[in-house]
């Protein structure tokens, strides 16, 4: 593989993305997220896509505008509260949601990364995660279509826990403030979230950068995911790098 790993265009990154590909895609809320990739998929026309991510974007942006487009058939997130149409798509069994205790889904994804198959948690145990039965996809009528099957579960030292299984995926996309030619990335202060983790999940990871620099240029000290883990690297416009969106904006009143 070429050490520099920079493409023309974000079109041109996600172009061999297929139907029913699964993604891990970064960011927490807005924050962080692929933006410019996802709306490059959304062009591309890819369906049938399962989602690992934190949460499905808004309505109108990050993965809320491929839910409106119903290109999204399986989402994996720990919260879906900004999103109606995710809420409408999910209780009327159109979409197919698992749902993870967040600190799960992080490491679920770390594990992924690196090579570990399952762990052991405490979190979830005596809950409808470790004994199966949640609603996954719901039928027409509102009854359960798929629920969740039962997991291992094990003691340890006198507690209990679950078996959570790692998550490894065919893509992964997300967003850093600053990366190289070689793809080694630094996210900045939140947007760090769950980019890193997202990346090291998948087995081909797309990097969209806010400002490229050369190698060499990066103090290795301040890297926060190491080009190793990255396959290709979108550049962004200053205005691509600029459109960022607010989730909820909370403002004092005038006195």
Known sequence: MALDKVVGSAAEAVADIPSGASLAVGGFGLNGIPSVLIAALLEQGAEDLRVVSNNCGVDDWGLGLLLAEK??????????????????????????????????????????GAGIPAFYTPAGVGTQVAEGG??????ADGTIAIG???????EFDGREYVLERGIVTDFAL??????????????????RNFNPLAATAGRITIAEVEHLVEPGELDPQTVHLPGVFVQRVVALTPEQAADKRIERRTVTKES
């Open 71 to 112: 290109r999204i058939s399986r989402m994996t997130s720990s919260y879906v509260g900004e999103n109606k149409e995710f809420e409408r798509q999910y209780l009327h069994g159109e979409l197919e949601v698992e749902l993870i205790p967040q600190g799960t889904l992080a490491e679920r994804l770390r594990a992924g």
């Open 134 to 139: 949640m609603p996954w996809r719901y039928a």
């Open 148 to 154: 969740s099957p039962a997991k291992e579960t094990r």
């Open 174 to 191: 997300v967003r850093a403030s600053v990366g190289d030619r070689h793809g080694n990335l630094v996210f900045d202060k939140a947007t």
